[in-house]
């Protein structure tokens, strides 16, 4: 074998070594669902087959966007508000003693538990969903604004203000460029956090919201659990879910980084 | 004045002292008087950073304090930016007690302090652009400004750089354009060198005169306060040097350095200067050599 050669054998082998266990499990789970001999059981052929279906007859990515709609509108909600209210509790501290209680005692409770209330105000279409993706995608961008409007390096507060800044020119020309990075991870927690949202909020909501695309990748889900029981086409979902929390969150990345040419990552 | 016999040997050690300059507190452009630092911590004893400081900076002086670390240098010039209010003494400019930061008092730290979300030239401009120094200027005056500055200091070709992508040096020469593009009656710099590498320093030093205004007449320098715990650092820049001594941060001497303006590489070889860093460090030797082993 020449040097060549080897070395792309070397890269072939790497390669199946690191698919081996993704690869073993698929087969695994194969030998296990046709052992059981419950047709319902879900299995990697059935699921790809079921994948294809979802795909052609455009029912999966008409539900994807539903949800998109409703996630960036819930997500859009929560930064407005999130945002320059966590550069204000960080860079005042008479606004953080007021505002923080608030926010921490509301932090523990789970998006999903205001659900009645959201239903009682908004009823159950769009409007209820959109309300608990704000709420839930809310915390963790507040939190981490916070936290980068505090942990601005004093030396440029300071270099700021010996130029004779005021203190709200520094809020806007420091503390904000400064804090950038932070709210940027606040905001990518956030929206994954918003997409987990939606599929509770849509199984719940959604259910009574009508049919077919318009409920969402959360209802359509649970039109497969509760109505018809396709298990094979709940795991297609699943990992619908799953791959459009990635590019999302890709996406927020990438905006990041062309957002700040400045930071060396 | 306590330091008057130290002032007066170095005087005499070095012949060629320009006897008809006018005492400094005649033209004072910065006073300390009996100043004091007290820092209260809670649940502990408060510590003294600095006790009993009087020192006069004369309009256009260039005024070095060295000491060993801890010596409350760093507090002094916290002090004359007003980011730091004394607990005893006064604190004057031209005669106005320093109640706060003020765009008048420049100041330059010792991590730079660039905004790395600007570019190089976006730091240089950035006094002009958000504080009061620029507000007088238009847009088109401001940049003009901004330019001379990096022509000032040689960034030319690195202007639409980011902090991160400078060297060292590079970061040093952008944080001295953009407190010179502010035009301030009195530059603070807090050790801006000890980050530098040995030969990087030396250049800058010479760069710093140069920018300073040493080829120009004594009446339109700058006034400048710069700390630094480098004794030749300290010799080569300055027209007086306070030395100054720990627990609690004292003024121990003020000693005058007579070498004569522009000076360069050959001021550095000099006897007086070796001279005048041999005294200096004299004065210190022994607490910097406590300072190492406690």
């Known amino acids: 074998m020449s040097a060549k050669g080897g070395a792309v054998g070397v890269h072939a082998r790497a390669l199946g070594l690191g698919f081996l266990l993704p690869a073993s499990i698929l087969v695994v789970w194969q030998a296990l669902g046709m052992a059981s001999g419950n047709p319902r059981t879900p299995v990697p052929t059935h699921v790809v087959s079921s994948a294809i279906d979802l795909v052609a007859s455009a029912e999966l990515p008409l539900a994807i966007l539903q949800s998109l709609m409703r996630v960036f509108a819930g997500f859009a909600v929560a930064a407005a508000i999130a945002v320059p209210l966590g550069l204000a509790m960080g860079a005042f501290r008479s606004v953080d003693r007021n505002v923080d209680p608030l926010v921490e005692s509301f932090r523990p409770i789970a998006a999903i538990a205001i659900l009645p209330l959201a239903i009682l105000w908004l009823g159950t279409g769009t409007a209820a969903a959109v309300m608990i993706v704000a709420y839930a995608a809310f915390f963790p961008i507040v939190v981490n604004t916070v936290a980068g409007a505090k942990g601005v390096n004093p030396t440029l507060l300071r270099a700021a203000s010996t130029m004779g800044l005021s203190r709200l020119r520094i809020v806007r020309t420091v503390i904000v460029p400064a804090a950038l990075p932070a709210i940027g991870v606040g905001l990518r927690i956030g929206m994954g956090v918003a997409w987990t949202a939606i599929v509770a909020a849509e199984l719940a909501v959604g259910a009574k919201a009508g049919g077919g695309g318009s409920g969402g990748i959360g209802q359509m889900m649970f039109v497969f659990y509760a109505y018809s029981i396709e298990l094979n086409r709940i795991i297609v979902c699943m990992i619908a879910v799953g791959l459009v929390a990635l590019a999302l969150d890709r996406l927020l990345r990438l905006a990041m980084r062309l957002a700040m040419p400045w930071s060396a990552t | ?294």
């Open chain 2, 1 to 294: 004045m306590h330091e008057t016999g130290v002032h007066e040997r170095a005087l005499a050690a070095i012949p060629g002292h320009d006897a008809a300059q006018a005492p400094a507190h005649e033209r004072a452009k910065l006073r300390l008087q009996d100043v004091g630092k007290r820092f209260e911590t809670a649940g502990r004893a408060a510590s003294v950073a600095v006790q009993d400081f009087t020192l006069d900076v004369a309009q256009g002086e260039f005024l070095v304090i060295v000491g060993p670390s801890g010596c409350g240098k760093t507090t002094v010039l916290n002090m004359l930016a007003g980011l730091e209010r004394p607990t005893a003494g006064r604190v004057t400019l031209d005669g106005v007690e320093i109640a706060g930061p003020g765009p008048a008092r420049g100041v330059m730290f010792q991590d730079y302090a660039l905004f790395p979300w600007q570019t190089v030239r976006g730091n240089i401009g950035f006094g002009l652009r958000h504080g009061p120094a620029g507000s007088a200027l238009s847009a088109k005056e401001r940049a003009a400004r901004v330019q001379s500055c990096i022509d000032l200091v040689g960034l030319n070709g690195s202007e639409d750089k980011y902090p991160h992508e400078l060297s060292g040096g590079m970061r040093q020469r952008a944080a001295l354009a953009r407190l010179v593009a502010n035009e301030p009656e009195v530059l603070l710099m807090d050790e801006p060198l000890a980050a530098l590498d040995a030969q990087t320093r030396l250049i800058l030093q010479d760069e710093l005169l140069r920018i300073w205004g040493q080829d120009r007449p004594a009446a339109s320098r700058r006034t400048v306060v710069f700390i630094t715990h480098a004794i030749d650092e300290a010799v080569f820049l300055a027209d007086r040097v306070a030395v100054m001594t720990t627990h609690p941060g004292r003024l121990k001497a003020l000693i005058d350095i007579p070498l004569a303006r522009p000076r360069n590489d050959a001021t550095r070889a000099s006897p007086e200067f070796q001279a005048l860093t041999q005294h200096i460090w004299s004065l210190i030797r022994d607490e910097a050599y406590r300072a190492t082993v406690t």
